[in-house]
């Protein structure tokens, strides 16, 4: 079981950028393909960007393709979100999730608030 805590998120005008974190306890962190999710007011949660367990292939939703970069250090057992040009669209509670892929397993952090004003 890897524990995630998502920290970075904040209050930023259209065409900033934020950085998110995430930190994963636990000694098996290269095992799991990390991954960040968003979740709107009113809409489902939705998948944002993922990541291999050795940080050598990445995924993205086409929303945020050229915008967004996830990268991992596993040797500090984190994963980041570099988020630029955002969009008021981009405003959400964002979360850290990790899985193996092939299992059920599934876990989640408890999220960060990122809001982009007009």
């Known amino acids: 079981q890897v524990q995630l805590v998502e920290s970075g998120g904040g209050l930023v005008q259209a065409g900033g950028s934020l950085r998110l974190s995430c930190a994963a306890s636990?000694?098996?962190?290269?095992?799991?393909?990390m991954g960040w999710f968003r979740q709107a007011p009113g809409k489902e949660r939705e998948f944002v960007a993922r990541?291999?367990?050795?940080?050598?292939?990445?995924y993205y939703a086409d929303s945020v393709k050229g915008r967004f970069t996830i990268s991992r250090d596993n040797a500090k057992n984190t994963v980041s979100l570099q988020m630029n040009s955002l969009k008021p669209e981009d405003t959400a509670v964002y979360y850290c999730?990790?899985?193996?892929?092939?299992?059920?397993?599934?876990?989640w952090g408890q999220g960060t608030q990122v809001t982009v004003s007009s």
């Open positions: 999730n990790a899985d193996l892929p092939g299992t059920d397993y599934n876990n």
């Open positions: 990541i291999n367990w050795r940080g050598s292939s990445t």
């Open positions: 636990g000694r098996t962190f290269t095992t799991y393909r």
